[in-house]
Nanobody
Framework: VQLVESGGGSVQTGGSLKLSCTFS????????LGWFRQAPGKEREGIAA???????SYIGSVKGRFTISKDCAQNTLTLQMNSLQPEDTGMYFC??????????????????WGQGTQVTVS
């Protein structure tokens, strides 16, 4: 199983970014896929998760602004981020585990994650 993120960058407050994560070796019918982030001086936090049945979950601070989705045919997980705020700055990781998420999970819960992509909002 391999996960590779892309799409990070710098954006002004209120702007948008779309993160993508290509994955291989994932069984779509059973895997939870999600995103977590690590900001300087802050605790790492799971922010969004997508279960195998299509159920999406978000933490309160991103709900209504971020959208997680998956394209099984393209083996791609996407995080559309709108109305970005400086507090969204951090390293973003996509991750996966052959289990049901129920809610956004922090990094160690997952069995595999990518190398991360930096998001900077100023």
């Amino acid at each position: 199983v391999q996960l590779v993120e892309s799409g990070g960058g710098s954006v002004q407050t209120g702007g948008s970014l779309k993160l993508s994560c290509t994955f291989s070796g994932v069984k779509h019918s059973t895997w939870c896929l999600g995103w977590f982030r690590q900001a300087p001086g802050k605790e790492r936090e799971g922010i969004a998760a997508l279960d195998s049945d299509g159920t999406a979950s978000y933490i309160g601070s991103v709900k209504g602004r971020f959208t997680i989705s998956k394209d099984c045919a393209q083996n791609t997980l996407t995080l559309q981020m709108n109305s970005l705020q400086p507090e969204d700055t951090g390293m973003y990781f996509c991750a996966g585990r052959d289990a049901y998420c129920f809610y956004p999970r922090d990094g160690p819960w997952y069995s595999i994650w990518g190398q991360g992509t930096q998001v900077t909002v100023s």
